[in-house]
């Protein structure tokens, strides 16, 4: 640092100064990023990867709609009602089922009977429940 920045520094405390450098940093980071974006945009042939699965509401979480509606909702996305929806996960779960690494058993369930009522495929199901391919065929 030369010798008017240093003076500048000492006149103020040292949180002050910590925070004045952590500033720098932050910008000298951004500065960083955004040129770096700008070299890797430039580069022919590549491409900057979109996400896919963007929807506000989650499978669950559409799910938990689906359960809390009108019950003639989940009869219609399901094929069944309320009750035997909730039925059948309790039942899958005194069988030892239980919610995988990502999924719950809930949702799980969902997946299943929406495939069946509705016969889309595994593309249109996952974009559905937000979830990829694989997830959705396993």
């Not at 009869?75 to 309320?82: D, K, Q």
């Not at 009750?83 to 039942?91: G, H, K, R, S």
Request: aromatic share 8%; glycine share 6%; net charge neutral.
């Amino acid at each position: 640092m030369s010798s008017a920045t240093t003076h500048i520094l000492v006149q103020y405390s040292y949180e002050a100064r910590k925070e004045i450098i952590q500033g720098i940093l932050k910008l000298i980071q951004l500065l960083v990023t955004s040129l770096f974006d700008l070299i890797v945009a430039t580069i022919p042939g590549h491409r900057n990867p979109q996400k896919y699965h963007t929807s506000i509401l989650s499978g669950y979480a559409w799910v938990l709609e689906l359960i809390t509606g009108h019950p003639n909702c989940i009869r219609c996305e399901l094929g069944v009602s309320t009750e035997d929806f909730l039925a059948l996960i309790a039942e899958l779960r005194h069988l030892g089922h239980q919610d995988s690494h990502r999924v719950t058993l809930t949702e799980q369930v969902a997946i299943f009977l929406y495939m069946s009522v509705t016969g889309l495929t595994v593309r249109h199901v996952g974009e559905r429940f937000q979830r990829s391919n694989d997830t959705i065929s396993q």
